[in-house]
């Protein structure tokens, strides 16, 4: 076997609140947008929080920095640290997507991340798309024993693209991990990891896979 091909026509990326996918994913969407068809799900607008009344925005705009159209964008309205109480409709809606979408490949949060509404909704998403593949995404602000296991190699277009993503996020400025200097050193990191460059890295949560001649 020469080489493992990684393919997915419709990859479906589920976070938690704004800014998780971007922070996770940010690198692997700018490289696969235009190439693969591309869902976004985040469950809570995080809109209870009088402070961040600009998120709902600085979230479509860094979506767009990555190549993902508002329309493939959904922007729920789960209350944020309540999951736990709503997983039957998390699950459903999942369902739904699994219905509407049917992707071949599904990001969640990792296994290692220790945010309730993160573990619920990876939970959920094991539970909703049984028969795909779902890897899990670090979020280094609620991350504990993380260790990527699936590395995908990107370039410095791509980690360009994921900072620039990071940068709407107006409201966040400050934050230590939306850091540029964080963010492009976990790259490299995941890159040495796997000698590339750069890479994203995820945990292997269930990989689905068939075998060619």
């Known amino acids: 076997m020469a080489g493992m091909q990684f393919y997915g026509k419709k990859v479906c990326f589920i976070g938690a609140h704004p800014d998780d996918i971007e922070l996770g994913c940010g690198a692997l969407i700018a490289r696969i947008a235009g190439k693969a068809d591309i869902r976004c799900v985040t469950f809570s607008d995080n809109q209870k929080n009088p402070l961040l009344g600009q998120l709902v925005g600085e979230h479509y705009v860094s979506m767009e920095t990555l190549g993902v159209p508002r329309e493939r964008v959904d922007l729920l309205d789960f209350e944020t640290r309540r999951f736990q109480e709503h997983r039957q409709d998390i699950l459903e809606v999942m369902v739904g997507i699994l219905r509407e979408d049917d992707p071949d490949i599904v990001f969640v949060h990792s296994k290692s991340d220790v945010h309730q509404d993160h573990g619920v909704l990876t939970q959920e998403a094991l539970r909703a798309f049984r028969g795909r593949?779902?890897?899990?995404?670090?979020?280094?602000?609620?991350?504990?024993?993380?260790?990527?296991?699936?590395?995908?190699?990107?370039?410095?277009?791509?980690?360009?693209?994921?900072?620039?993503?990071?940068?709407?996020?107006?409201?966040?400025?400050?934050?230590?991990?939306?850091?540029?200097?964080?963010?492009?050193?976990?790259?490299?990191?995941?890159?040495?990891?796997?000698?590339?460059?750069?890479?994203e890295g995820f945990d292997i949560l269930r990989i689905v896979a068939e075998f060619g001649k």
């Open 133 to 199: 593949t779902v890897l899990g995404f670090d979020v280094i602000r609620s991350s504990y024993g993380f260790f990527p296991d699936f590395l995908v190699g990107v370039d410095e277009a791509d980690v360009q693209k994921k900072l620039d993503a990071l940068a709407c996020y107006k409201t966040y400025e400050g934050k230590y991990y939306f850091s540029p200097d964080v963010t492009r050193a976990t790259l490299i990191r995941n890159g040495a990891i796997c000698e590339r460059p750069y890479a």
